[in-house]
């Protein structure tokens, strides 16, 4: 056990779920970690910083601006309250009460999750359309009306049956001057995916900044200029460096995390990434060979139109007489624990009825694998 979590009397986690706030994030790189320690060595004016570091962001990534917020949650906030206020000072203020604003925020119900409550903190409301089997053009269109912001849309909601492909979102907004706002959080490989959203006509796009090697509490805001400066003003920096009054004081980031940011996306988008998969690669050969005499599971490449970033396990639940859900407790409830991810349509809760799950590779540590197989060889 670390002696931290020794001292503080928290049981350790192996993290084969993956970049999950719940469990810290990710870990920054060495190099990131050196540009952190760096930054200590003088204090800086955060308002300066996080301009600079939004100009740099933005020229990495080829679109018009880019902000620092304290995650991708942050900026569908401030990016939600950009579109509702502009610069205007005195809407700034008022929010969350939203009278006089265009509040309303349309998203397909097939793109529906938690994290689109980040759009209400400053007051908008989400109107859903659509149905079970499909959302059409005609629904999107039926919704908009006098207190509609803007149409808000989960990437990559092409995966997801039955939802209208962004292009086709895009489409109906701006024939209405409606703006889009897309919550774009690990969608950071392929690295074009940083710029696409933004390049297809999307007018903010959030991303969380872990996803590519950064801090958990940190993310960026990409889009149009006019409205990148809405949500800086909106943000915790136009509370500090002006006299105005912003709702997201309480989500501000501090000055190792914003440079954290701008060295996490440099190192992503220079680096080899085939060289990132081959390390999967050889740790998820070694899970197979460990085992590889366990009777009743197969095993299965994650995803399997690749590249691959982990390793499904499949039981025989009869022959086993346990559950995937069943393993995934078990795991948890170890020392260390060891954190999995379920193969349901929700990852954190897995059906009683599932029959697999998945040992992810992307923030699992060196030496992990091991204590994983051996531990699934005990339960199994």
Known sequence: MS?????LGVNPVINAMGHRTLLGGGTPSPEVRAVMDESEGYYADMGELIDRVGERVAEMLDVEAALITSGCAAALAVGAAAIMTGQDVAKIEQIPDVLGMRHEFIIQKQLRVKYDRSMSIPGGKLVEVGNIEETTADHIEEAIG???AAIHYLAPGDRLPGALP?????RIGHAHNIPIIV?????VYPTSLLSDYVKMGADLVAYGA???????SSGILTGKRDLILAARMNS???FEDSPTRTFARPMKVDRQEVVA????LREWLTMNHE???ASYDNRISTIRRELSGVPHISLRDDPEDGPTVGLKIILDTNALGKTAADVISELRTGTPSIWVRSDSIHPDHPSPDDDAFIIGMKALQEGGEKVITDRLKEIL
Not at 210 to 216: L, M, P, Q, R
Not at 261 to 264: D, E, H, Q, S
């Open 3 to 7: 002696n931290i979590y020794e001292e």
């Open 210 to 216: 872990k996803y590519f090697g950064s801090v958990n």
């Open 236 to 238: 915790f920096i136009g």
């Open 275 to 277: 060289d990132r998969f």
């Open 146 to 148: 006098p207190n509609t």
């Open 166 to 170: 962004i292009e086709e979102v895009i």
């Open 261 to 264: 940011v701008y060295a996490a």
């Open 183 to 187: 919550d774009a959080a690990g969608e």
